[in-house]
């Protein structure tokens, strides 16, 4: 079936570098995205790549997708305290059905 | 341009009780989705709407029923709450089904049933 995983948890420092990571099972999608939440709010659509590309960049978000492994991460560069959100992935599919990770919880270390 | 609003944004409602949430969007958009986000959990989609007068079901659309009557308000009705619906709803709208196209998500609606 489909299933979207990610860790729930990331710690990074100011002005470092964040990866987030999450895997898929079926790799039948489209696109995938990623989104971002924060408090009290819904979700923001951050960015997305088409499924037969490998990375796409957009000023400090850089996404890498890797097909064999079924792979997606998002790197935010000289992550700022803004940052602090929790980020979902999600697969959509010809059907236009789309799952989304748990969720990843990115906290900001001063 | 409001973008996507929700009323209300928190409730309480006792098992057995009926309530109904209203999405309104004022973009224009096609399509309507109406999801739940319970801790630890990703987003699960319960109904959608491709146009008005249209609904299709979800991931988990048990327990619920939606109405697109207008192009701009989408209803999600809960007939009889029951605890396991406790949870926080986002309604969310894009200009069409495109994978290119964005879903704009309202701020959510926090529902307690006791």
């Known amino acids: 079936g489909e299933d979207v995983e990610q860790s729930l948890f990331l710690s990074v420092r100011e002005g470092d570098s964040s990866v987030i990571n999450c895997t898929y099972t079926d790799s039948s999608s489209t696109y995938l995205y990623w989104y971002k939440q924060e408090p009290g709010a819904g979700l923001q659509l951050l960015t997305y790549i088409f499924s037969n590309m490998d990375m796409k960049q957009d000023q400090r978000l850089t996404v890498l997708l890797n097909k064999k492994d079924k792979h997606l991460s998002l790197r935010i560069a000289d992550t700022q305290t803004g940052d602090s959100a929790i980020y979902f992935c999600a697969e959509r599919f010809f059907h236009d059905k789309i799952i989304f990770g748990k969720g990843t919880r990115l906290h900001i270390l001063p | 341009n409001a973008g996507v609003t929700q009323t209300p944004k928190f409730r309480v409602l006792k098992t057995g009780q009926s309530m109904t949430l209203l999405c309104a969007q004022d973009m224009n958009h096609e399509y309507m989705y109406w999801y739940r986000q319970d801790p630890g959990m990703g987003l699960r989609l319960i109904h959608y709407?491709?146009?008005?007068?249209?609904?299709a079901k979800g991931e988990v659309p048990d327990g619920y029923n939606v109405s697109r009557l207008k192009k701009q308000n989408f209803l999600l009705g809960l007939e009889s709450a029951a605890p396991s619906q406790t949870s926080v709803y986002f309604c969310?709208?894009?200009?069409?089904?495109?994978?290119?196209?964005?879903?704009?998500f309202g701020p959510g609606t926090r529902l307690t049933v006791l």
């Open positions: 709407s491709v146009g008005e007068g249209t609904t």
């Open positions: 969310a709208s894009s200009y069409q089904g495109r994978n290119t196209d964005t879903q704009y």
